[in-house]
């Protein structure tokens, strides 16, 4: 049991106060003269300058100032610093890779926050990885209606489009080779936050979707709620109420970002209570990417009995856990989940699927899910249904953020799993309700269905395990079977292929956190690469250990992962070819090691589905140096599975 120690400050306090993380290596140091600024050090460099916080209520209240007690206190992975004024708390944390603060309101009384004041002043004018909100018009608060998908713009704080957005995470590249997480989490019912520069500085500052006023049923296929007019507050509640915590992340090294674990760790933990065991991550064959292209049947393929009965087959036959019915099988635009195609027996399926061990996952537009919500749950998991793949929220204010929380409880409620789509960056839900097993979020492998060739993918996807996996776990939807080699690629909206490896594609199998992992590719495309599929059938979707073995930023990464006694390490370069070493010590203890290795083709750099697969058994005690050497093809990758030998 942790141990805690509180000191009580008198109402006299000092004005600066400081707070360091258990290692001693971070130091807040906070600023009360005339409200709250708080800034950050590691050990004497300067990450943060003076950066001020505070919360505006419709009554003037300004949460942040006035007399206030302080009390610390520390546990076994973090030290604390509260801040106690007359209606709300301000909370500072401090861990080893990391800090956060949060409000927290004991107000008795119903009340709306107009702003929120959230800086984080750089000390000087740093280069960062932005994900600018894609989609934008000349009307500035059109940004609130976004699919938080794009790739990263490479830029200095000075250079920050005034016309835009981003979304979180967005992280820095700090002094002395240090990067800052820009990150939130515990975000169950209040609007999240982006972040802007507009004024050419150094200080990025938190903008919030104001609470909608007016919402008309549209957007795609009449599925989803868009905003006409919005209120002058942000937030509402009939009383006390805990808002996210703002997280900043700091790495030394950039592997040290792959096992950071903020967003999770601070969010709300499950109920004790209810029973989550039922709870099955796996993977699952899709449809939708591949677009119910099978070759060798003697029947017309898409959303129909026949179809989805071999993709059932085709995954009771290899261990996969799950099959997804996406957009289709419901009736078009009727926002009414309880109208099936006729061309599904939907029940029929469930039965099938059940016989064969494989469950049913049904894609779900957000408003024909919101509407009907308790029934369409309750419906649907007694017919045996296993979960819901919700999409097309594209907002993130106050009242979609609600939707999230209410659809993850009473999912939950029906022994239903949840994976987001459409929707934002994951902030600690997961945690808070274990049936949300993922969450898109990510500029993920369904873009090269229609992307063009100037989208760079591949150095995405080295770029987004610092980024957008540091705050959760993410549905990129990998295993294409068709991939291209630089210069090769183009979209094929119904053929679609990968940029990159074959290798690079099994890599993301590792690489990548996604508990509930799609085949995205044709059943028909994997039967022709019995290899391939008996590794992706068999590699696990959640770990019992994860070590950072490598990386660099937009250039590679490289990840070693645990299931049992099974090690798996996965790789990835950018279009640089790479020669990786892997120190097995790190990884492997002595004894024998049955080794499992693919690696890209020597033609990779050419025909890009070109690999070479390895099989070998290793001893610890014959190889002094215990080294693995790895090459990389442009856009590559390589998969190594260990398993001890019994």
Same mark, same amino acid.
């Given at each position: ?14 004005k600066?106060?400081t ?26 460099t ?16 300004? &949460? ?20 106690r ?10 861990f ?27 000390p ?10 894609r ?7 059109s ?6 998908e ?8 000075? *250079? ?43 200080s ?32 509402k ?12 992340a ?27 065991s ?5 993977k ?70 059940a ?6 996952i ?5 408003w ?25 929220? !594209? ?7 609600d ?15 949840v994976?987001?789509?459409?929707t934002?960056?994951p902030?600690?839900l997961?945690?808070t309700y274990?049936?949300?097993v ?12 229609w992307?063009?060739e ?6 995405? !996807? ?29 979209p ?10 074959r290798?690079?594609?099994l890599?993301?199998?590792i690489?990548?956190?996604?508990p509930?992992?799609?085949l ?5 495309n ?25 990386g ?28 990786? *070493? ?17 690696t ?10 070109? &690999?070479?697969?390895?099989e ?31």
């Amino acid at each position: 049991m942790a141990a805690i120690s509180v000191a009580l400050g008198a109402m006299a306090a000092p004005k600066d106060y400081t707070l360091s993380s258990p290692d001693g290596n971070l130091t807040v140091r906070i600023n009360a003269e005339s409200g709250i600024s708080w800034s950050l050090y590691h050990g004497e460099t300067c990450l943060l300058e003076p950066s001020a916080i505070s919360m505006t209520l419709d009554d003037g209240t300004v &949460y942040g100032t006035g007399k206030f007690r302080t009390a610390k206190g520390s546990e076994d992975d973090n030290n604390s610093l509260t801040f106690r004024f007359k209606e709300c708390d301000l909370i500072f944390k401090a861990f080893d890779n990391g800090v956060a603060y949060r409000f927290v309101s004991r107000s008795k009384t119903p009340f709306k926050v107009v702003s929120e004041q959230a800086t984080f002043a750089l000390p000087e004018d740093q280069t960062m990885y932005v994900p600018y909100v894609r989609d934008y018009s000349d009307v500035f608060e059109s940004q609130f209606r976004n699919s938080f998908e794009n790739t990263y713009s490479h830029i200095r704080t000075s *250079e920050w489009d005034k016309a835009r957005l981003a979304f979180l995470p967005l992280l820095v590249e700090a002094s002395n080779g240090m990067k800052l997480c820009i990150m939130e989490t515990d975000l169950m019912n209040y609007p999240g936050m982006y972040l802007y520069n507009g004024n050419a500085d150094t200080s990025l500052e938190g903008v919030f979707a104001p609470y909608p006023a007016k919402m008309e049923q549209g957007g795609y296929i009449m599925l989803q709620m868009v905003v006409t007019e919005r209120e002058d507050y942000i937030a509402k509640y009939d009383g006390s109420t805990s808002f996210p915590w703002r997280i900043v992340a700091v790495s030394e090294e950039d592997k040290d970002l792959l096992a950071n674990r903020l967003t999770y760790r601070l969010a709300t933990p499950a109920a004790e209570d209810i029973d989550y065991s039922w709870v099955k991550p796996g993977k699952v064959a899709w449809d939708w990417w591949n677009a119910w292209n099978l070759t060798g049947v003697d029947f017309k393929t898409g959303v129909n009995n026949e179809t989805y009965k071999y993709y059932i087959d085709f995954a009771s036959g290899h261990g996969i856990e799950y099959v997804i019915l996406d957009d289709g099988w419901s009736e078009t635009g009727a926002a009414d989940l309880m109208k099936v195609v006729p061309e599904i027996d939907l029940e029929e399926l469930v039965a099938y699927a059940a016989e064969r061990n494989v469950g049913i996952i049904l894609w779900a537009g957000y408003w024909a899910f919101d509407r009907d919500m308790e029934n369409v749950c309750r419906h649907y998991s007694e017919m045996g249904i296993k979960g819901f793949k919700i999409d097309f929220m !594209d907002r993130d204010d106050q009242i979609m953020v609600d939707f999230h929380r209410r659809a993850a409880e009473t999912a939950a409620k029906y022994h239903l799993l949840v994976d987001f789509h459409g929707t934002y960056k994951p902030a600690g839900l997961d945690r808070t309700y274990p049936n949300v097993v993922n969450y898109e979020g990510v500029h993920g492998l369904e873009q090269m269905k229609w992307s063009g060739e100037d989208v760079d993918q591949v150095t995405y !996807d080295v770029t987004i395990p610092f980024v957008r996996m540091v705050a959760g776990p993410m549905d990129y939807t990998q295993g294409a079977m068709r991939n291209a080699s630089r210069g090769n690629y183009r979209p094929v909206y119904s053929e679609a292929m990968s940029q990159g490896t074959r290798c690079r594609q099994l890599a993301e199998y590792i690489v990548f956190d996604s508990p509930l992992t799609m085949l995205c590719d044709s059943p028909s495309n994997y039967l022709r690469e019995p290899e391939c599929l008996e590794f992706i059938s068999e590699v696990p979707t959640v770990w019992d250990e994860v070590l950072p073995l490598d990386g660099k930023v937009a250039e590679y990464v490289a990840v070693a992962k645990r299931k049992g006694d099974t090690w798996y390490v996965g790789g990835m370069t950018d279009w640089n070819a790479r020669d990786m *070493e892997i120190d097995l010590k790190q990884v492997l203890g002595d004894g024998e090691w049955n080794v499992e290795i693919f690696t890209d083709g020597v033609n990779a750099h050419r025909a890009a589905s070109d &690999y070479r697969k390895e099989e070998y058994v290793l001893k610890a005690a014959d190889n002094d140096t215990f080294r693995l050497g790895v090459h990389l093809a442009p856009g590559g990758g390589f998969v190594v599975k260990f398993t001890p030998v019994r």
